[in-house]
């Protein structure tokens, strides 16, 4: 009896601990539910029985580990008949439980991902660099005043939360605070604000729709924070809060 | 290197912010809260590490606070009013202080910290 088993049979269950960048990761079927319990992996592509996948083959990769699991979009380390499309050019990375189906498309000779389960919101690793400010303003975020940062990708979508609490501006007084996006995400639509609410504080309070505005500019990796009245945010040393979640979209 | 303590309020009130921040200001000019409304957790920040003296101090702070009103939070916006938002109040005091001048006898100058007080001293009457 053949190994490999057809598109339409039931699937192969298949784990790997592999962890880091994972180039034409071979799959035991055509039809498989690969459990990734490493840390992080980074799928760039996939084989099936160590030959190229035929049009139809399916793989449901399933985050049963404590960190996330990631394909990348057309990624040069694996065999172009073996790589991955989706719509994010980011690729697509999920949370704790979270999945990816891909299924093989004869033309154009890629994985697609078709399914997207994000899973539980994947933490942003604290980065002093992550957060600045306008002009000659300076934010200063200390790790401790990081109450939560996390976000969700599903497919072009993305879901942000920051909570920042006691934080401090100084340098010269200017209206916007920045913060850069994890995994090189790219804001696509200029001017986009879909979904957001939130507050900031500088002593004085400020909430609602208008706090966040998702920068403007062309290809921006940074999502910025100003007044609704767009003034200057007070310079101030441990009381600069800046909390809420937005969903706009990434390239 | 800034140093956290968090504290747990046995207030069933929230305080007013403004209010807080000034007493805890008076025990550390760095001092700056976290803090969830509707929980009883504070998690206070400051320049350099908490003394047990300063633990007490800030407790007793959390817990005696005035607590949130709608008219303490707006004599803090009042307070933190930008330029555009005095220069309404103030170019109203120019014409009523001309008016106050004209009368017979005169009347002084209302000065522009008395107006904003009395505009403060409203809003904490209604």
Not at chain 1, 168 to 186: C, D, I, K, V
Not at chain 1, 210 to 221: N, R
Not at chain 2, 29 to 56: D, E, N, R, S
């Amino acid at each position: 009896m053949s190994s490999i088993s057809t598109p339409f049979s039931t699937a192969t269950e298949q784990a790997t601990s592999a962890t880091g960048t994972q180039n034409n990761f071979d799959l035991n079927a055509a039809n498989a539910t690969l459990y990734c319990t490493g840390a992080a992996p980074v799928f760039t592509g996939f084989t099936v029985g160590g030959a190229a996948p035929a049009t139809g083959a399916r793989v449901v990769l399933v985050n049963a580990g404590s960190g996330t699991v990631r394909v990348a979009k057309e990624d040069s380390g694996s065999t172009a008949a073996h790589r991955i499309t989706s719509p994010s050019a980011r690729g697509q990375i999920v949370g704790v439980n979270g999945s990816i189906t891909l299924v093989y498309l004869g033309v154009p000779s890629r994985w697609d991902v078709v399914v997207v389960e994000p899973g539980a919101p994947i933490t942003i690793p604290y980065t002093a660099g992550d957060f600045t400010a306008t002009g000659s303003m300076t934010w200063t975020v200390d790790s401790g005043d990081v109450q939560a940062l996390r976000y969700l990708q599903q497919g072009n979508q993305l879901t942000l939360t920051l909570l920042i609490a006691a934080s401090t501006t100084g340098g010269t007084a200017s209206n916007g605070l920045f913060f850069l996006l994890p995994n090189s995400f790219t804001v696509a639509t200029q001017g986009t604000q879909e979904g957001v609410h939130g507050s900031l504080s500088d002593g004085t309070p400020y909430s609602g729709a208008g706090v966040w505005v998702i920068i403007t500019a062309t290809s921006t990796t940074k999502v910025a924070f100003y007044k609704p009245d767009f003034a200057n945010i007070a310079l101030g040393t441990n009381n600069v809060a800046v909390q809420g979640t937005a969903v706009f979209y990434i390239d | 290197m800034s140093d956290y303590h968090t504290f747990t309020v046995v207030r069933t009130t929230e305080p007013d912010p403004a209010s807080l921040l000034a007493q805890l200001r008076a025990l550390d000019a760095t001092a700056g809260v976290q803090h969830m409304p509707g929980t009883k957790a504070f998690t206070l920040k400051k320049a350099t590490t908490w003394t047990a003296p300063q633990i007490t101090a800030a407790q007793n702070a959390l817990e005696t606070a005035p607590a949130s009103t709608p008219q303490l939070t707006a004599q803090a916006i009042i307070d933190s009013w930008d330029i555009a938002q005095r220069a309404f109040a103030l170019a109203l005091l120019d014409q009523l202080n001309l008016i106050r001048s004209k009368l017979s006898p005169p009347l002084g100058a209302i000065t522009p910290a008395q107006v904003l007080q009395a505009i403060r001293d409203k809003a904490g009457t209604l």
